[in-house]
């Protein structure tokens, strides 16, 4: 009897019930072709369509069961949209004309297979580093109300403290929900940019315009967050409140080193001091339905421990109606060294694993699309088994 086979035998043998993870999701990333479509498709839509059938159908051989699709993933549009142009990613020419809707197409696919689809968009986001303006189309707001945008490290972002922002962001959260049969709105860790070394923000011109009575330009930073968070909220519950909110942050919030209620991390970046996110307090407040945030550490880290972090969230999520999922990265174990936990036994398996012994955590995400489906270190084979049933206490991966 082959290893593998034991180890199959063994999972059936001892899996009993404990936390049920009724969310078990997948991320379909658009932006640099990430996962869809493959840069071979750009521009064709009989290949597109058929990479995106091929997805679904390899998700919902896992036990997959919704899909987070990216549709704007720098100021642009993967959907029929007359606000904004359509994606370079996917036709190759940002505001060319799309001859078929891929959001609504895909989201007819999804629904065929019993997935849901929670639409992923980038509020802030104009461009990637590595891909300058010249690639926007004429009509772009950039080039109409350039006035709206600062630029940090080459990028391009649409200015959070202006209130024409956070009214541009719900002008296109309502024109989604209102046109598509989706399940829930998503964003994920990107607000204000990532810190690139000591490289300032480029915002004390709007904080002196705008400063609402804030004296601290990192509290009024959070506050701009905050502020579009809860319209966005709003927004989406006025048009059709059975629509979702969901947020995935950065995996940690802060270090109980600057705040003793934070998690016992040392991260180098955190939500609350570096990226004005206080995801806790969108907890709190119930402007948002889900949190998922992206743990892509291994059980055991020692500036980020999954496990220590896994268990931070969930107390977060005690007593509120806010549900918690976890973010995943399959991604790591692609190319991993021998000598790192990614390379050794099954990483993917422990974290699945101690998930179901945290009552709080109701749902998994994995990311993303394309490096899960190459199966490495057979990730594939793991979830498959572990969905199939989907109780997983003593799952046998120490």
Same mark, same amino acid.
């Given at each position: ?31 640099? *072709? ?79 297979? *019993? ?11 104009? *461009? ?39 009214? =541009? ?10 046109? %598509? ?44 967050? *905050? ?48 990226? %004005? ?18 743990? %892509? ?8 421990? %999954? ?34 936990? =990614? ?56």
């Amino acid at each position: 009897m082959t290893k593998k086979v034991l180890t199959i035998l063994l999972l059936f043998a001892t899996l009993s019930a404990n936390a049920e993870i009724s969310f078990r999701g997948a991320w379909i990333a658009t932006v640099a *072709n990430i996962d869809w479509p493959s840069v071979e498709a750009v521009g064709n839509d009989s290949m597109q369509k058929s990479e995106m059938i091929w997805i679904l159908d390899s998700l919902q051989s896992l036990g997959i069961n919704a899909v987070i699709f990216q549709v704007r993933p720098t100021a642009d549009a993967l959907y029929f949209s007359e606000l904004e142009p359509s994606s370079h990613w996917l036709t190759g020419t940002q505001g060319a004309p799309l001859t078929y809707d891929p959001l609504e197409w895909t989201i007819d696919e999804a629904h065929k297979r *019993n997935m849901e689809v929670h639409v992923w968009l980038n509020p802030y986001r104009v *461009n990637l580093a590595k891909t300058d303006t010249s690639i926007l189309a004429p009509n772009h707001l950039l080039r109409r109300h350039p006035e709206w945008f600062w630029c940090y490290a080459k990028q391009w972002y649409f200015d959070p403290g202006l209130p024409i922002t956070r009214e =541009w962001i719900c002008t296109i959260v309502q024109d989604i929900v209102d046109r %598509y049969d989706i399940q829930a709105i998503h964003m994920d860790d990107y607000f204000y940019p990532y810190p690139q070394g000591k490289q300032a923000l480029p915002d004390t011109t709007t904080f002196a315009k705008h400063p609402r009575g804030f004296e601290d330009i990192r509290d009024w930073r959070r506050d701009n967050v *905050n502020l579009a968070i809860q319209a966005i909220s709003e927004t989406i519950k006025e048009c059709k409140p059975e629509v979702e909110f969901g947020i995935s942050p950065f995996g940690v919030w802060r270090n109980a080193s600057v705040d003793s209620t934070g998690s016992a991390t040392q991260a180098g970046i955190t939500n609350y001091d570096d990226l %004005y996110a206080d995801i806790r307090l969108w907890i709190k407040e119930g402007w948002i339905d889900y949190v998922l945030p992206q743990l %892509y550490w291994e059980i055991g880290k020692k500036v980020a421990d %999954y496990e220590i972090l896994a268990h931070w969230w969930a107390n977060e999520v005690k007593g509120t109606s806010c549900r918690l999922y976890i973010g995943m990265a399959p991604y790591r174990l692609e190319n991993a060294s021998a000598k790192t936990p =990614w390379g050794q036994g099954n990483e993917i398996g422990r974290q699945m694993k101690l998930n179901r012994t945290i009552p709080e955590i109701t749902g998994e995400c994995f990311y993303s699309t394309r490096p899960l489906l190459r199966n490495p270190r057979g990730v594939c084979d793991t979830i498959r088994l572990i969905y199939k049933d989907d109780r997983a206490e003593n799952l046998p991966w120490e």
